[in-house]
């Protein structure tokens, strides 16, 4: 077999798995489903408001689970892939009712998650919110991928699970709610963030929509009336160039921020490590042209010659003209937590303060154990010029606690025992009179005297 026809054979192969015509669904029926799905009225309506209050208490708990079920029965992805289908096909009539059913049900999805932030007694933003505020490259990537996902779902006989998977991996409804969030805050840029994201994941999904309708050559629509028809195909593309214009636009953007911030984080790990300082927060941004790469040490001080002397190393990195930014905190108490950009590191910044503080709690009582022991050490250099005027007979003297054990109870008691040495002995009033002595030299209730002669 040649070369060539082992190539045909392969393309031959590709082709039969590939193919999606054998399974693919009637036009008009694929079409007539899209349409369908557009309407917000009704039922729809209260299916999304119950969703995104669903939504927002997951967003507003931090819990993961309740966000993908809130997902999982939102209507939202119904008119946008109406608008990519209505780009696909030239049909004007159907992109404009789409648009106008997507404002409705935007405007709901804010409204009813605002009321619910304001009315909600927590109005800390947690992680999940927060993730919602700032969309990255593969916001657009998952956006472009799930929408093309969804038409061939469409499109296809068997349509199984993949449309509630795509609605939860591009997650339309959290944005809103995060949205919503901004507005009862008085937070614009939880607000425009959010938006943002929400903007960047509709008109990626309805780009993907209308490349599939294209690429799986759904018929257009016909007009009588030829000054019509291209009146809607100039308003059509219009529409497409407006809408793929600012996508091609922020993922330049977004490329531009994901390659600064690899090489940012690259370099803060690389030239920012130090064994006796941690980095507590990084991040790396692009504002009116000025990169910025700002980063948070606690620990030893890093001297200012030598943050100098790692500035300086910036365009070993590609990163030429990019400021950096360090603030250092010297100790607990030098350390303002709320400039702290991520819910994540204020976690762990106050559970780490709280380990500390339950160390030095069990070190003091450590150290007064130590203390209260290491008095015994040199008591007895303390009262021998006493010794030698009260009681010249003792000649040696050792004083310390001993621990005795029960045989039979096996109970613990810690007894202050006197070990001596007598030049001579002493009778029984002389003992009796040391050792009452010693109880009140040393503060002890009792005290056990043991004669070494």
Known sequence: MTFNDTLNAVKQSLKRYLDQKQDRENEQTTVQAIREGIEFKGSNIWILIFAIFMASLGLNTNSTAVIIGAMLISPLMGPIMGIGLGLGINDFELIKRSFYNLGVATIFSVLTSTLYFLISPLNEARSELLARTAPTIYDVLIAFFGGGAGIVAMSSKQKGNVLPGVAIATALMPPLCTAGFGLANGNPHYFFGAFYLFFINSVFIAFATTLGVKLMHFSKKQFVDPKREKTVQRIVYTILTLTIAPSIILTYNMIRQNYFEAAAYQFVNTQLNFPETQILDKSANIINGQRTIKVSLIGKEVPQDSIAMIESRLPQYGLGGTRLLISQGYGQNNIDINNLNSMMFQDIYKDNQQKIERQD?????????????????????????????????????????????????????????????????????????????????????????????
């Not at 009796?432 to 009140?440: I, V």
Request: proline letters at 3%; one cysteine or more; hydrophobic letters at 40%.
């Open 361 to 453: 709690r069990c070190i003091d009582s450590l150290l007064a154990v130590v203390e209260h022991c290491r008095q015994y050490d040199s008591i007895g250099i303390a009262i021998a010029p006493e010794l030698k005027v009260l009681f010249p007979k003792v000649k040696e003297i050792a004083i310390s606690q001993m621990i005795f054990s029960n045989i039979d109870s096996s109970r613990l008691d810690t007894v202050t025992t006197a070990i001596t040495r007598y030049s001579h002995p002493l009778n029984q009033v002389e003992e009796k009179q040391f050792q009452k002595w010693l109880e009140a030299r040393i503060g002890a209730k009792s005290i056990y005297v043991l004669n070494e002669n």
